[in-house]
């Protein structure tokens, strides 16, 4: 099993550009090293290719996500890069050097899994210690480095206990503690929040990304958490059987995203499909099927005729009174989750029957919180539109 404590430890031991001694210090993170370039990584398992001629570049002290669906090839990206899952073709330089062929143990990356992987039988001062005694630091050093370690996870007064004693959270610090102790360049993280509850993966997120930006580390990160890859993320890279389908900054992907499989595998998204009728300098017409005309701020190659999506994110559409209204609906269905209502509308248009939207009203004194059945106006700002190409 790749997530078997000891195999994963020894499988971290040596760095191919470096000999194994003593880690670099916290006063001088390793913020030049850490570059990751796939060339053209594939892996096949039968007939299926899972991931396919995969090219990207991660820049150093980048954080870095791979999102995607069940079955995108996010994760088999990611033990490709640790070396536990051989490419069948392409590159994998980490710092110019192709790794590709060089064995897990001497890639020098550090590895945190989802079931953190803690010795049992150890306590957490020798958990954090085992990668640096494998490489045969001399004991003063050993203390140094995971007393240092132990601080920057706030686990000092743990030290003595072992894993049994500590909470899901306590033991996640442990197996990111183990993985930085020694100064590594990469830290490859496959879903290490998964099994904590949605408060603490919160405060989790904050501490990984705090420690990150203070030893100045690459980070590779695996999630199917939308929130949480848009909120810890550099840039994010969104697979799609084993094609990357966007890649750029968080609020890129999320509000401009370059398709509908993008726009709503990132949350909720409203898609209204019809085509372009007509240009108008920097903006498009847009009709839907059932007669619903706007305009878009759209680019040059939106040309009369082209079929579209109209999209918009559900916090983009705003209710209101039938005097402010740019389109006229009634609430079909309404979900209380907590900040916001999401409502699901039926909307009226010139050709009777409307679209369908989604819109999330903050749950706020000032705001309009319509019942079911219940007659409404919604309104948005132009900009906030956008047209993606038609589902194929």
């Known amino acids: 099993m790749l997530t078997d404590a000891p195999e994963v430890d020894a499988r971290v031991t040596e760095t191919p550009s470096a000999p194994a001694s003593a880690p670099a210090s916290a006063a001088a993170p390793a913020a030049a090293r850490g570059a990751i370039e796939l060339r053209g990584v594939t892996k096949r398992y039968g ?42 073709a392409g590159e994998i330089r980490i710092d110019g050097q192709d790794v590709a062929r060089i ?29 640096l005694r494998a490489r045969g630091l001399p004991r003063d050093r050993v203390r140094a480095e995971v007393e240092r370690a132990l601080a920057l996870v706030q686990l000092e007064r743990h030290a003595d206990k072992f894993s049994r004693q500590l909470s899901g959270g306590q033991q996640q610090r442990v197996a990111i503690a183990r993985a930085i102790v020694y100064s590594p360049p990469v830290v490859l993280m496959d879903e290490p929040l998964g099994a904590l509850d949605k408060n603490l993966r919160y405060d989790m997120q904050a501490e990984i990304r705090e420690i990150q ?93 082209r079929e579209a999506l109209l999209f918009v994110r559900p916090e983009k559409l705003v209710l209101c009174h039938d005097d402010e209204a740019l389109l006229h609906a009634r609430v079909q269905r309404r979900s209380f989750l907590g900040g ?41 700002r132009e900009a906030d539109l956008s047209l993606l190409p038609a589902s194929s």
């Open 213 to 305: 930006r203070r030893l100045g580390m690459t980070v590779v990160y695996v999630t199917h958490d939308q929130e949480e890859a848009l909120n810890m993320s550099d840039r994010i890279a969104i697979l799609d059987r084993g094609r990357i389908a966007q890649l750029g900054q968080p609020v890129e992907v999320y509000e401009r995203p370059s398709s509908g499989f993008v726009a709503q595998f990132l949350g909720e998204a409203n898609l209204i499909e019809g085509r372009v009728t007509a240009r108008e300098g920097e903006r498009a017409r847009f009709e839907s099927a059932s007669g619903l005309q706007v305009m878009v701020p759209a680019a040059l190659e939106w040309t009369a005729g």
């Open 340 to 380: 916001v209502l999401r409502c699901r509308l039926h909307c009226a248009s010139r050709g009777g029957s409307g679209p369908e939207l989604v819109v999330d009203v903050p749950n706020a004194a000032h705001a309009l919180r319509p019942q079911v059945g219940e007659a409404v106006g919604v309104r948005w």
């Open 103 to 131: 064995p897990p143990k001497r890639r020098g990356l550090g590895m945190v899994f989802q079931n953190y992987a803690v010795f049992p039988h150890m306590s957490v001062f020798d958990n954090i210690a085992f990668p």
């Open 47 to 88: 007939d299926e290719c899972v991931v396919d001629r995969l090219a990207l570049s991660i820049a150093p002290g980048e954080f870095f996500s791979l999102l995607g669906p069940s079955g995108s090839g996010k994760t088999t990206t990611l033990m490709m890069l640790a070396g536990f899952t051989p490419a069948d």
